[in-house]
């Protein structure tokens, strides 16, 4: 049995984080590969040690002084060092990354020097190996990420490591130069890794207790989701819900390797647990609930619309031309509405509405500005009774108008349509009525 076990910047922001985590990693010893991310903030208004470094080498590129920035961020290690009473001096690694700032090897070689360094000090903190990554992670020339390479280098090599520590968020390119992935990539990393030795469980651990069934910041302590699928966790990604970088779910998944949530600061709590599949019912019908504010709607309208073969398609091909993707297209028999992005669609209406004029000759076009879009996903929903009617009763209750829905083909989700202004109590009723009153 092995496990993989990643910890985000805040659970290694101080030393103090870094004996917690040292006590999560020695209480099992099946967390044999660990995946630090760099140190993130101790407190709400500190900084990131990625973002000092991308400020940092900024500063280098303008040609500017930069040596004050980068002793600050040598301060950040060398705290936690002396924190954790370790006997290492990161002081030639940092001329290493100073004589590199000045020859300006790049800003993504910049950011990725967070997690090797941490890297360093967590393997040494372990007595773990420490892999560069840059020697096991690749990227290919267009700088996609080079499962195959990876996979076979990185597990071959671990397959010879009984302990290790693999730092996160980046690797090499094909020229030996370093590539990081987006931000928050050290989850891709951690899956990665997970996926390379065949582990039974890819622990991600955090500063929340898994993953909530709504935002904390519209709901009051809201309940933490038990068990999730990759689909369920997709939908609700996507409509906002953060805890996990995307990508990290493709190399598991793939594997059929769960993903287990934790928490640094409760490692009592079990957290969430992300699976391909499960016969285990959410504790409610629905699973969680998310959204996003910022939609606009088109309303298309024609008479006998219904009948004319391709109006659907000449509509599209208008936001299409205008490189504008739609996320809902509900219809009516002589309407039609196409659901955009606000921010996306604003500077280009005017082409899309001529476009649409000119393509597929409506009677009226309408927009409707300031909209949200709430999904409501759960796997239970498929075989409960009633779950639309609830939601919408619920709604009603809470004299919020609904301008549209959308159930997906596979039941796993029901999206709703409402003003930004009615977003926040919207998702307080639909909360309310599954979690509050436990139907
Ligand atoms: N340190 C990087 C970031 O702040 C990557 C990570 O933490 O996953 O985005």
Redesign the pocket.
Known sequence: MSKVVKF??SSLASAEQFKKVGNIIRADKERKYVVP??PGKRFKEDT?V?DMLYDCYRLAEEGKDFHEDLKAIRERYDEIIEGLGLKLDLGAEFDVIAKNFQEKAGSNYA?SR??YLNGIVMAKYLGYEFIDAATVIFFDEEGNFDADKTNGILSERLSKCKNAVVP??YGAMPDGSVKTFS?????VTGSIVAKAVKADVYENWTDVSGFLIADPRIIKNPESIETITYRELRELSYMGATVLHEDAIFPVRQEGIPINIRNTNAPEDSGTWIVGSTCQKSKYVITGIAGKKGFCAINIEKDMMNSEIGFGRKVLQAFEENEISFEHVPSGIDTMTVFVHQDEFMHKEQKVVAGIHRLANPDSIDIEADLALIAVVGRGMKSARGTAGRIFSALAHSKINVKMIDQGSSELNIIIGVANADFEDAIKAIYDIFVMTKL
């Open positions: 985000g910047g991310s760099a990131k990625t950011a967070g997690e996160g968020f931000r928050g990539g050290s989850d």
